[in-house]
């Protein structure tokens, strides 16, 4: 079965940086893209963007370009997200979740658990 | 972008009752590739609907998804205690995007 696990939580100071890990077990890594979304407390979904996890292609929301770097492992199966430069705003919960067709623009069909990151001074 | 607004913005429903949920587009959703995914406390967003009518792998048929272009529609035929969620609607026709969601609450 798929199957999305994440890193555990993160507490971070104003002006540091974060990478989360999702490693993918159960379908063919290189064979779908892997999507970042993060969720703020009490808030709705952001999408953050993408890689595709067979040529290393990525696509990021104009919000967070020159600021998260999304890249993989394929030996291990693993995909990560790495922000720089973290305020108390990012202070979320950030999930990778499977795209359905490897295309980019698709829906999310499966979800890690989620990684807690929270940016406190 | 395109901007997604859901409404209500909270839903208050009896199990066995029907429940009916709206998506907006600011602009036209090309191809009706329009997501809903549902939320619960503590848990990842569970995806439900795809192309706007679709029904993901194991979901039950009392869900189901309707709407073209601007507007689009997630229909729950029957309530049962495990439907009450929070239901996110995503588009994926022009980059992605989600709706502020709407919280479907037990009377």
């Known amino acids: 079965q798929v199957q999305l696990v994440q890193s555990g939580a993160e507490g971070k100071k104003p002006g540091a940086s974060v990478k989360v890990s999702c490693k993918a077990s159960?379908?063919?890594?290189?064979?779908?893209?892997m999507h970042w979304v993060r969720q703020a407390p009490g808030q709705s979904l952001e999408w953050m963007g993408w890689?595709?996890?067979?040529?290393?292609?990525?696509k990021y929301s104009e919000k967070f370009q020159g600021r998260v770097t999304i890249t993989r492992d394929t030996s291990a199966s693993t995909a990560y997200m790495e922000m720089s430069s973290l305020r108390s705003e990012d202070t979320a919960m950030y999930y990778c979740a499977r795209g359905a067709y490897n295309s980019g623009w698709e829906p999310f069909d499966y979800w890690g658990q989620g990684t807690l990151v929270t940016v406190s001074s | 972008e395109i901007v997604l607004t859901q409404s209500p913005g909270t839903l208050s429903l009896s199990p066995g009752e029907r429940a009916t949920l709206s998506c907006r587009a600011s602009?036209?959703?090309?191809?009706?590739?329009l997501a809903w995914y549902q939320q619960k406390p503590g848990q990842a967003p569970r995806l439900l609907i795809y192309g706007a009518s679709s029904r993901a792998t194991a979901i039950p048929d009392r869900f189901s998804g309707g709407g073209s272009g601007t507007d689009f529609t997630l229909t729950i035929s029957r309530l049962e205690p495990e439907d009450f969620a929070v239901y996110y609607c995503?588009?994926?026709?022009?980059?992605?995007?989600f709706g502020q969601g709407t919280k479907l609450e037990i009377k």
């Open positions: 159960g379908y063919s890594f290189t064979g779908y893209t």
């Open positions: 995503q588009q994926y026709g022009s980059s992605t995007s």
């Open positions: 890689i595709n996890a067979g040529n290393a292609d990525t």
């Open positions: 602009q036209s959703v090309s191809s009706s590739y």
